[in-house]
């Protein structure tokens, strides 16, 4: 009979995956890759940075280029031209290039054309630095050049000076290291070495060259340079020796640096460190077309749309259509992207960003591109000029040395764009025939004749307006590469070429949303994207962009923030510093009732991030403005309350404010949020509940002022800690358990140093009673050295690791000796020395592979044995604890640590064994104390051991108050000798220390002026006073765990693509090679098979 197919459409909801979280399928560690080029982008944060004064250790991050990062605050300008005299060295072809600065001097008087020429200038340098300090020096002599430099470094101090020589009027470059200028009467050519020139202008400076055989002067300066420093070492030796008493103490291994400072003399001149850029190379001749400017690099580097526009119709043979002037006029301003000019600035900044960022080191490109405003705009058009000087055979050079990009691909972009704006110019200014058609017979009367007429109408017509033009089209080319690239190219690890041109398109309002968007996807693929976007310059972007009110862009912009402080939280301190464009931005996203819960995650997490590693500004900003308030709010927003990421954030968020800061500490207790923050222990996410009991221990972490108040609440929220969370079935919950309760027992070590000596007397009395009831068996049987636990331990270590003969050997060796008389001769011993014939036992007995192989087994079994003794003794204590009637609350906290030393989970185990070992130590070491201190006081007083019939009753009348060094040692560590000697010992023994009772310590009545709680605080202190941090004995990285989250892509999470609802899981995807990722697949095969057998059954 024919089988029907199998519809294989699932009715039934699919079934629930289980163990697929990250917690089940990944370790709970925090970031651990190592983010790329991380030194690099901290050189482009702030600048204010810097001088910041804080004790937060992500807030010193100028490290390694904090010299480096300074200002251009002084440009000295430096032009002999001469003009209408030659040099004698050059001979120039007729016409030639004469225009300098765009301006003709020809036909005007030299005097006005240097100083309309000189103004030109310094305006062209005050469009990129509106700010700076410039002085000019037109056809100077020495000493003007002199003044000029000594008076510039005065104002400049330790900041950056740029020097701008323009030689076309003088001889070239010299072999000697020298240039030209000229005499006061302009008769003669005066030269000016440029070693001269080095010590008037200092360090650190620019150096722009624009004169024949450029590159002789770079390498002149570099050859001086070198013997600036040996000049300088020599000077510091003359100094050390010449200088009186008192000399300071240097060593061998100190630098001439370090020993300079330490004599008090000068810094050593780094003028290696100089930046140069030169027109060409040291043997060639700047170009001379009459169809160029003669300062072409100059112009170049100062008007960079300009010549690119010129440099293109020259190129392309356009001079019939366009002509050569049509660089002079075109429409806009440059800071205006509106206009055409602005906008083909604008165009140029991303083409020549791209080109730097793509083409040189990453370290380089911060140095030249990011750290000063000037420097960058002076090399982005020193790209431009190494295509357009290049082309007119001409090499332009730099130090440092930048790669050649003149066939850089997106030049072809950038002639597109300028042909796309020459065609539209064409219709500016060319002049149109405004001429109409009109019948005749709107102006005569009826004719038989048609005839029609011309009628200039052009005076009726409006003018055309020159801003009223086409766009570009360039960004939104780009953005939809970039676009494309996140789609196909983004596993590769590679950053786009486009990303520096998103950058750009930020400052547009109309692409803005877009670019955002885009921007967020990039570093939506991990920590690698966030530092390539942090290298290239994203931070005062987006820094900038949190000023606007746009609601579109913050749930892009928020995203963006927050995928930046998880790789890299020392940027908090920008949105800190301001309140207009900083924190603010994010409250306002969490406090508006209009945003989707699940945008609001990011906010909350970037909230979580300000306030991480106890950064006290946020901390006191955020109280301030009731951030607790706000999050109780939330928290108790039933709608809200569904989207497990916003709870999980609210809580680290919550725990992080009130760490270590006492009024948000008292803000919370007045406002009962931590009881809120107790009701999340029951919740159905286990992540939550960690996040919850994180919280709580935060909150008794606070080491405020110990009064009443703090001291209920410590005890109230962690005797519910231990309630609820001591059997959670979460790992993460019992682990950051453990962690909470580590601040609790800090707090009150000594408390639970006197119950852990409690309960080890109660534990040594049961053993003592239960040996006096087996003494006279014991009696009867060989009494060793060692009691039976630790013979036993040290007959498995031994015997597992020998040779069954060896083992028996050893036996005989070791109890013949032990069980009998205790005299020398018995033992082969003569005054502690072994002799032959027992050492040629043992070396038989032992060869090197026994010894190895019983070395590493003794060692387990020590420490197996250790934690055997250790888990026994905490089941005692449990036994103990769990037989009373009524606990109190720090019973009930010792009894949840030692359950939880006890757990399964080794980890956990080992964090509350930590903390148990803590207490028993400092039981120890107060018991040995007290008992040192005992033995004195009975020395002092004449009291012996002996005289112990000599005792006599005492009364004493209320409580008793024993001393804490009369507690018992262990009744192991001592030796059994004989059974009478045992007892007698014992007895004695348990004389000179009475048993311990944990009641001792308390006072029967009520202290009517001061507080009972203190009773159950430190004994030692009987003042409140201020508590110190101090350091944690256990950790966990659940919290780095969950910001991990946030440098892996979930920006799907976040928009809801992907995820079961507003309860959106904190897993998104499982190991492949897990079991349960093909449950479903596996379920539905087997239900396949049994049906076609059951219906071949039937059949």
Same mark, same amino acid.
């Given at each position: 009979?024919?089988?029907?197919?199998?519809?294989?459409?699932? !009715?039934?909801?699919?079934?629930?995956?289980?163990?697929?979280?990250?917690?089940?399928?990944?370790?709970?560690?925090?970031?651990?890759?190592?983010?790329?080029?991380?030194?690099?982008?901290?050189?482009?944060?702030?600048?204010?940075?810097?001088?910041?004064?804080?004790?937060?250790?992500?807030?010193?991050?100028?490290?390694?280029?904090?010299?480096?990062?300074?200002?251009?605050?002084?440009?000295?300008?430096?032009?002999?031209?001469?003009?209408?005299?030659?040099?004698?060295?050059?001979?120039?072809?007729?016409?030639?290039?004469?225009?300098?600065?765009?301006?003709?001097?020809?036909?005007?008087?030299?005097?006005?054309?240097?100083?309309?020429?000189?103004?030109?200038?310094?305006?062209?340098?005050?469009?990129?630095?509106?700010?700076?300090?410039?002085?000019?020096?037109?056809?100077?002599?020495?000493?003007?050049?002199?003044?000029?430099?000594?008076?510039?470094?005065?104002?400049?101090?330790?900041?950056?000076?740029?020097?701008?020589?323009?030689?076309?009027?003088?001889?070239?470059?010299?072999?000697? $290291?020298?240039?030209?200028?000229?005499?006061?009467?302009?008769?003669?050519?005066?030269?000016?070495?440029?070693?001269?020139?080095?010590?008037?202008? $200092?360090?650190?400076?620019?150096?722009?060259?624009?004169?024949?055989?450029?590159?002789?002067?770079?390498?002149?300066?570099?050859?001086?340079?070198?013997?600036?420093?040996?000049?300088?070492?020599?000077?510091?030796?003359?100094?050390?020796? !010449?200088?009186?008493?008192?000399?300071?103490?240097?060593?061998?291994?100190?630098?001439?640096?370090?020993?300079?400072?330490?004599?008090?003399?000068?810094?050593?001149?780094?003028?290696?460190?100089?930046?140069?850029?030169?027109?060409?190379?040291?043997?060639?001749?700047?170009?001379?077309?009459?169809?160029?400017?003669?300062?072409?690099?100059?112009?170049?580097?100062?008007?960079?749309?300009?010549?690119?526009?010129?440099?293109?119709?020259?190129?392309?043979?356009?001079?019939?259509?366009?002509?050569?002037?049509?660089?002079?006029?075109?429409?806009?301003?440059?800071?205006?992207?509106?206009?055409?000019?602005?906008?083909?600035?604008?165009?140029?900044?991303?083409?020549?960003?791209?080109?730097?960022?793509?083409?040189?080191?990453?370290?380089?490109?911060?140095?030249?591109?990011?750290?000063?405003?000037?420097?960058?705009?002076?090399?982005?058009?020193?790209?431009?000029?190494?295509?357009?000087?290049?082309?007119?055979?001409?090499?332009?050079?730099?130090?440092?040395?930048?790669?050649?990009?003149?066939?850089?691909?997106?030049?072809?972009?950038?002639?597109?764009?300028?042909?796309?704006?020459?065609?539209?110019?064409?219709?500016?200014?060319?002049?149109?025939?405004?001429?109409?058609?009109?019948?005749?017979?709107?102006?005569?009367?009826?004719?038989?004749?048609?005839?029609?007429?011309?009628?200039?109408?052009?005076?009726?017509?409006?003018?055309?307006?020159? $801003?009223?033009?086409?766009?570009?089209?360039?960004?939104?080319?780009?953005?939809?590469?970039?676009?494309?690239?996140?789609?196909?190219?983004?596993?590769?690890?590679?950053?786009?070429?486009?990303?520096?041109?998103?950058?750009?398109?930020?400052?547009?309002?109309?692409?803005?949303?877009?670019?955002?968007?885009?921007?967020?996807?990039?570093?939506?693929?991990?920590?690698?994207?966030?530092?390539?976007?942090?290298?290239?310059?994203?931070?005062?972007?987006?820094?900038?962009?949190?000023?606007?009110?746009?609601?579109?862009?913050?749930?892009?912009?928020?995203?963006?923030?927050?995928?930046?402080?998880?790789?890299?939280?020392?940027?908090?301190?920008?949105?800190?510093?301001?309140?207009?464009?900083?924190?603010?931005?994010?409250?306002?996203?969490?406090?508006?009732?209009?945003?989707?819960?699940?945008?609001?995650?990011?906010?909350?997490?970037?909230?979580?991030?300000?306030?991480?590693?106890?950064?006290?500004?946020?901390?006191?900003?955020?109280?301030?403005?009731?951030?607790?308030?706000?999050?109780?709010?939330?928290?108790?927003?039933?709608?809200?309350?569904?989207?497990?990421?916003?709870?999980?954030?609210?809580?680290? $968020?919550?725990?992080?404010?009130?760490?270590?800061?006492?009024?948000?500490?008292?803000?919370?207790?007045?406002?009962?949020?931590?009881?809120?923050?107790?009701?999340?222990?029951?919740?159905?996410?286990?992540?939550?509940?960690?996040?919850?009991?994180?919280?709580?221990?935060?909150?008794?972490?606070?080491?405020?002022?110990?009064?009443?108040?703090?001291?209920?609440?410590?005890?109230?929220?962690?005797?519910?800690?231990?309630?609820?969370?001591?059997?959670?079935?979460?790992?993460?919950?019992?682990?950051?358990?453990?962690?909470?309760?580590?601040?609790?027992?800090?707090?009150?070590?000594?408390?639970?140093?006197?119950?852990?000596?409690?309960?080890?007397?109660?534990?040594?009395?049961?053993?003592?009673?239960?040996?006096?009831?087996?003494?006279?068996?014991?009696?009867?049987?060989?009494?060793?050295?060692?009691?039976?636990?630790?013979?036993?331990?040290?007959?498995?270590?031994?015997?597992?690791?020998?040779? *069954?003969?060896?083992?028996?050997?050893?036996?005989?060796?070791?109890?013949?000796?032990?069980?009998?008389?205790? *005299?020398?001769?018995?033992?082969?011993?003569?005054?502690?020395?072994?002799?032959?014939?027992?050492?040629?036992?043992?070396?038989?007995?032992?060869?090197?592979? !026994?010894?190895?192989?019983?070395?590493?087994?003794?060692?387990?079994?020590?420490?197996?044995?250790?934690?055997?003794?250790?888990?026994?003794?905490?089941?005692?204590?449990?036994?103990?604890?769990?037989?009373?009637?009524?606990?109190?609350?720090?019973?009930?906290?010792?009894?949840?640590?030692?359950?939880?030393?006890?757990?399964?989970?080794?980890?956990?185990?080992?964090?509350?064994?930590?903390?148990?070992?803590?207490?028993?130590?400092?039981?120890?070491?107060?018991?040995?104390?007290?008992?040192?201190?005992?033995?004195?006081?009975?020395?002092?007083?004449?009291?012996?051991?002996?005289?112990?019939?000599?005792?006599?009753?005492?009364?004493?009348?209320?409580?008793?108050?024993?001393?804490?060094?009369?507690?018992?040692?262990?009744?192991?560590?001592?030796?059994?000798?004989?059974?009478?000697?045992?007892?007698?010992?014992?007895?004695?023994?348990?004389?000179?220390?009475?048993?311990?009772?944990?009641?001792?310590?308390?006072?029967?009545? *009520?202290?009517?002026?001061?507080?009972?709680?203190?009773?159950?605080?430190?004994?030692?202190?009987?003042?409140?006073?201020?508590?110190?941090?101090?350091?944690?004995?256990?950790?966990?990285?659940?919290?780095?765990?969950?910001?991990?989250?946030?440098?892996?892509?979930?920006?799907?999470?976040?928009?809801?693509?992907?995820?079961?609802?507003?309860?959106?899981?904190?897993?998104?995807?499982?190991?492949?090679?897990?079991?349960?990722?093909?449950?479903?697949?596996?379920?539905?095969?087997?239900?396949?098979?049994?049906?076609?057998?059951?219906?071949?059954?039937?059949?």
């Amino acid at each position: 009979m024919r089988i029907e197919p199998i519809d294989d459409a699932r !009715t039934d909801p699919p079934l629930p995956t289980w163990f697929q979280e990250l917690r089940h399928v990944e370790k709970i560690v925090g970031i651990k890759e190592e983010i790329v080029d991380r030194d690099l982008w901290h050189v482009f944060l702030p600048f204010f940075m810097r001088n910041f004064n804080s004790s937060h250790v992500h807030i010193i991050f100028m490290r390694k280029y904090s010299k480096e990062r300074m200002r251009t605050v002084s440009v000295a300008l430096v032009l002999c031209l001469n003009i209408g005299v030659d040099p004698p060295d050059v001979h120039k072809p007729n016409p030639c290039a004469r225009r300098e600065c765009w301006i003709d001097p020809l036909g005007m008087n030299p005097q006005k054309a240097v100083v309309k020429i000189a103004n030109a200038l310094q305006k062209s340098y005050e469009r990129w630095q509106p700010r700076a300090r410039y002085k000019t020096a037109s056809d100077p002599t020495v000493d003007d050049v002199r003044r000029l430099c000594q008076s510039l470094r005065r104002n400049a101090k330790e900041e950056r000076i740029l020097f701008h020589y323009n030689g076309h009027g003088v001889p070239r470059p010299t072999e000697n $290291g020298e240039i030209w200028v000229f005499n006061k009467n302009f008769t003669q050519y005066i030269p000016l070495s440029i070693f001269d020139l080095q010590s008037w202008m $200092g360090h650190p400076a620019v150096y722009v060259w624009d004169c024949h055989c450029a590159g002789l002067a770079v390498k002149s300066f570099f050859r001086f340079a070198e013997d600036h420093e040996k000049e300088w070492v020599k000077q510091l030796d003359e100094h050390m020796e !010449t200088r009186p008493p008192p000399l300071p103490i240097i060593q061998a291994e100190m630098s001439l640096e370090e020993k300079a400072s330490a004599f008090g003399f000068r810094k050593k001149p780094n003028f290696k460190e100089c930046i140069h850029i030169g027109a060409c190379g040291d043997q060639e001749l700047l170009p001379m077309d009459s169809r160029l400017p003669a300062d072409l690099f100059t112009s170049c580097i100062l008007t960079p749309i300009q010549t690119s526009v010129l440099w293109y119709i020259l190129k392309n043979h356009l001079e019939d259509r366009f002509p050569v002037t049509i660089v002079d006029k075109i429409p806009g301003q440059l800071s205006d992207r509106r206009t055409m000019l602005g906008e083909l600035n604008w165009i140029f900044t991303a083409i020549t960003d791209t080109i730097a960022w793509s083409s040189l080191p990453k370290e380089l490109f911060q140095k030249l591109f990011r750290l000063d405003l000037l420097l960058a705009s002076v090399f982005r058009s020193f790209v431009l000029a190494n295509r357009v000087m290049g082309e007119n055979q001409c090499h332009v050079v730099s130090c440092p040395s930048l790669p050649s990009v003149h066939s850089h691909p997106l030049w072809d972009a950038w002639d597109y764009t300028i042909d796309l704006c020459l065609s539209q110019m064409q219709g500016f200014t060319t002049p149109k025939q405004k001429l109409w058609s009109v019948a005749k017979e709107i102006y005569f009367s009826r004719s038989s004749v048609r005839h029609e007429m011309l009628i200039d109408v052009s005076s009726q017509l409006a003018p055309i307006d020159e $801003g009223d033009y086409t766009h570009n089209w360039f960004f939104i080319e780009q953005l939809q590469a970039f676009e494309v690239w996140l789609k196909y190219g983004g596993e590769r690890r590679t950053p786009p070429q486009q990303l520096p041109v998103v950058l750009q398109v930020l400052l547009s309002q109309v692409h803005r949303v877009k670019a955002l968007e885009l921007l967020a996807r990039f570093l939506d693929l991990g920590s690698w994207a966030v530092g390539h976007a942090l290298s290239v310059g994203v931070f005062p972007y987006v820094l900038k962009l949190l000023q606007s009110a746009t609601k579109e862009l913050r749930p892009w912009l928020a995203f963006i923030w927050a995928k930046i402080l998880a790789v890299e939280t020392s940027c908090q301190v920008d949105l800190i510093k301001d309140k207009e464009r900083g924190y603010m931005y994010f409250l306002t996203i969490l406090n508006d009732p209009n945003t989707n819960p699940r945008q609001k995650v990011v906010p909350a997490f970037v909230m979580a991030a300000l306030i991480e590693n106890n950064y006290r500004p946020a901390q006191e900003l955020l109280t301030d403005n009731r951030y607790v308030t706000l999050c109780i709010e939330l928290l108790s927003d039933a709608a809200l309350r569904q989207c497990r990421l916003l709870r999980l954030w609210l809580l680290i $968020g919550l725990g992080r404010l009130w760490a270590d800061y006492d009024d948000a500490r008292w803000q919370a207790i007045r406002l009962a949020a931590y009881e809120r923050v107790l009701e999340f222990l029951d919740d159905s996410v286990p992540e939550v509940r960690a996040a919850a009991v994180y919280a709580i221990g935060c909150l008794v972490r606070n080491r405020s002022e110990n009064i009443e108040h703090a001291t209920i609440i410590d005890h109230e929220v962690c005797d519910k800690l231990s309630m609820k969370c001591t059997f959670d079935g979460s790992v993460l919950v019992r682990a950051e358990l453990v962690v909470a309760m580590q601040w609790f027992i800090i707090d009150f070590e000594n408390r639970f140093a006197n119950l852990s000596m409690d309960l080890n007397e109660k534990i040594e009395q049961k053993k003592f009673r239960e040996r006096k009831l087996s003494a006279g068996e014991q009696e009867m049987k060989p009494l060793r050295s060692i009691d039976e636990e630790d013979d036993a331990f040290v007959s498995r270590g031994y015997d597992r690791s020998l040779p *069954r003969s060896a083992s028996r050997r050893r036996a005989h060796f070791l109890e013949a000796p032990l069980n009998s008389p205790r *005299r020398s001769n018995s033992m082969n011993f003569v005054s502690g020395v072994v002799t032959d014939k027992v050492y040629t036992q043992w070396k038989s007995m032992f060869d090197a592979s !026994t010894l190895n192989d019983f070395s590493a087994k003794l060692l387990a079994s020590t420490k197996e044995t250790r934690n055997h003794n250790f888990k026994n003794k905490a089941i005692k204590q449990i036994e103990i604890l769990g037989s009373k009637t009524f606990n109190d609350q720090s019973e009930r906290i010792w009894l949840s640590l030692l359950r939880l030393s006890l757990d399964p989970v080794s980890k956990i185990a080992e964090m509350a064994q930590v903390l148990i070992e803590h207490v028993d130590k400092l039981a120890t070491t107060r018991h040995e104390k007290k008992r040192k201190l005992n033995c004195v006081e009975r020395a002092s007083l004449g009291k012996h051991a002996e005289s112990y019939s000599a005792e006599t009753v005492t009364f004493t009348v209320g409580s008793p108050t024993l001393d804490l060094a009369a507690t018992p040692p262990f009744l192991g560590d001592h030796v059994r000798r004989n059974s009478d000697n045992a007892l007698a010992s014992d007895s004695r023994r348990q004389e000179q220390f009475p048993a311990f009772h944990q009641s001792a310590i308390f006072t029967p009545k *009520r202290n009517m002026y001061s507080p009972t709680i203190k009773s159950i605080t430190k004994l030692d202190e009987n003042t409140c006073r201020e508590r110190e941090p101090v350091i944690a004995l256990v950790t966990t990285e659940f919290v780095p765990w969950c910001t991990r989250r946030f440098t892996e892509p979930i920006l799907d999470v976040i928009q809801g693509e992907v995820g079961d609802g507003l309860t959106d899981r904190l897993a998104t995807h499982s190991m492949p090679s897990d079991w349960a990722s093909h449950k479903d697949e596996g379920l539905q095969q087997t239900s396949r098979k049994e049906i076609r057998a059951f219906k071949e059954e039937v059949h």
